[in-house]
C-alpha cells in the first residue's frame, strides 16, 4: 500500500465513521443519509482496490484514474443537491398548509371568544 | 330558504392605507337578499394592515403568521370558505384597482351556471375606458395569452387580471390546488382549464392602484415572465389532478 492509499483509507473511515455518527446522535435521519453512506463505502473500496479504480477507468474510457474519483464525487453530490432541492419544496408546501391552518385557527379561536363575550354580556 | 352565502376574499400585503376604501366599495354591492361576506388575507405585512382589518372589523380577518406570497394567502381565504360553506367566491384585489361593481356583473354567470370561473378582463370591449395597464405590461399579457391559447386552446382575454369569480366546484379545486407561489393568475387559468372548468371573461374596468406600490416592479418583471412561463408549461406537462 503507497501512501496515498493509507491516506484516503483512513480519510473513507472518518467520512463513514462521521456520518454514521451524527445518524446515531439523530442529527440525520436515516432516509437523507442513505446517499452519503454509499458514498463513504464507494471511496473506502477504492481506496483499497486500486486495480479496481483503474479497471474502472479504462472501462469508461478515462485515461487518468483519479479523474474517475472527481466525476463520481461530482455526481453524487450533484445527486445530493437535487434530493435537497426536493426536500425543500416539499417543506415549503407543508409551511405553507401549516401557516394557512395557524391562520385559520387563529380565527376560530377568536370567534369562540367573541360568542363567549356575547354570552356573558 | 338560505340565503345565498358570497364571500370576497382579499389579499393583504401592505395595504392598510387602502384597504377600508376598498371595503367601503364592496359594501355598496351587497345586497339583502344574500349573505356576503368579506374575507381579509393579512400576509404577514409590514406596516399596520392587521391593524386597520381590525378596526375596520367588517371583515374576517385571517393572519397569516410568516410571508406566503399572494397564491398562498388567496388560498388561505378558499380554505375558509370552503369550510364555511360559501356558495360564491371572488378574488380582490386589496390595493383598489377593481371595483365592486364588477362583482355583481360577475355574479351572474356563476349563479346561471355559466361558468366555474369568471375572470374580470380589463380588454374585452373594444372601449378603451379605465386603467389599462402600462405597454410593456400590456405586451406581457398578450404574451401569456398566446401562451396559454397554444396550450390550452382557450384564449383568456386577460391572464393576468386577479379578479375572479368561483362557484362551489371551481372553490374547492382552489382551496385544494391552487398556485401557491407568487403571480399565480395566468398559472391558475391554464390548471382550471386543464382540470375541465368552464371559464368566462366578463369586461370589467379597472382602477390604477390608490396607494402604495405594485408587487410587480420593473426589475423584477423579467423573473416575473420566466417564472410565470415556466409555471405554465410545467402545468400543461402535468396530468390532471385526481381528486377534488
Known sequence: MNRIQIVSVIASFGFLFFIFEIIRQKKLKEAYALIWVIMGFFFLILSCWLQGLHFF???????YSPATLFLVLIITLILIMIQFSIVISRQVDKLKNMAQEIALLKNHIEMLGNDKKTKTN | ???????????????????????????????????????TVNDCSADNTLRALETDGRSIVLDLPCNLGVGAAVQAGFKYAVKNDFDFAFKFDGDGQHRAASLRKMLQPLKNNAADLVVGSRFLSKNTEGFQSTP??????????????ALSGCKPSDPTSGLRGYNRKSMEFAARHYPSFDYPEPEELLLMKRNGFSILDIYTRMRERQNGVSSICFMRSIYYMLKVTFAIMMVSLRPKEKEY
Open chain 1, 57 to 63: 477507468s479504462r472501462l469508461i474510457g478515462i485515461a
Open chain 2, 1 to 39: 330558504m338560505r340565503k345565498t352565502k358570497i364571500c370576497v376574499i382579499i389579499p393583504c400585503y401592505n395595504e392598510a392605507e387602502n384597504i377600508s376604501s376598498v371595503i367601503d366599495d364592496i359594501m355598496t354591492v351587497v345586497a339583502a337578499e344574500e349573505s356576503w361576506q368579506v374575507i
Open chain 2, 136 to 149: 410593456l405590461r400590456r405586451f406581457g399579457i398578450r404574451f401569456f395569452r398566446l401562451l396559454i391559447a
